[in-house]
């Protein structure tokens, strides 16, 4: 899905990364919320362990947790204005980060 901020992709697959080159993957999933937790110095070993520590270093970390939350509603927020789900199942790995 292309969204602002991400460069537009082929839909082609990655066979470094093995998954399906995609624009809103790139600004939202596991690789993209690490990188986040690095720039603020709170990355742990994982992206689900980098939010884990954040969300207990509440005030410190707003800045960190905030970011990831804008790039996930810019996604849902232009799936919503075509399709107008009930329901939003964020899963793989937008879902895990």
Known sequence: MPVPGAAVSDGGFDRGRHEV???????????AVQELAETHQIAAEDAARSVARAAREVAAEMAFLDEPARRIALGVASICAVLDPEPVVLGSHVGSA
């Open 21 to 31: 080159d995609a624009a809103f993957q790139a600004l939202a999933d596991w690789r």
